[in-house]
């Protein structure tokens, strides 16, 4: 499973400035890259994992914004595809997460 979190947060003042950089660490520390400025997405084993992370978005989204995610399976997600400007570009491998048990 891919969990995608797509975000629009207000940077007017030093205070949304803070919690939007806020949001976006505390995506990175969740293990979340950047696909695009303000889209992040994570690799997770299984939906139960997909879940825990969905629930830790939740507990750390801003008082003001518009915050979206989004599961979607590993072949959803290989099917993306991907150009810049008119060029068709290779899209990079994530990289091999191993899960110990």
Same mark, same amino acid.
């Given at each position: 499973?891919?969990?995608?979190?797509?975000?629009?947060?207000?940077?007017?003042?030093?205070?949304?400035? !803070? +919690? *939007?950089?806020?949001?976006?660490?505390?995506?990175?520390?969740?293990?979340? $890259?950047?696909? /695009? #400025?303000?889209?992040?997405?994570?690799?997770?084993?299984?939906?139960?994992?997909?879940?825990?992370?969905?629930?830790?978005? !939740? +507990? *750390?989204?801003?008082?003001?914004?518009?915050?979206?995610?989004?599961?979607? $399976?590993?072949? /959803? #997600?290989?099917?993306?595809?991907?150009?810049?400007?008119?060029?068709?570009?290779?899209?990079?491998?994530?990289?091999?997460?191993?899960?110990?048990?």
């Amino acid at each position: 499973m891919w969990v995608l979190v797509f975000f629009d947060l207000p940077t007017e003042t030093r205070m949304d400035r !803070k +919690r *939007a950089t806020r949001f976006r660490k505390d995506l990175l520390d969740d293990g979340f $890259t950047m696909f /695009q #400025f303000s889209i992040y997405m994570r690799f997770c084993a299984s939906r139960e994992n997909a879940d825990v992370h969905t629930k830790r978005i !939740k +507990r *750390a989204l801003p008082n003001q914004g518009k915050v979206g995610v989004m599961q979607i $399976t590993d072949k /959803q #997600f290989g099917m993306i595809e991907l150009f810049h400007g008119q060029k068709e570009i290779q899209k990079e491998t994530p990289n091999q997460q191993l899960e110990l048990f």
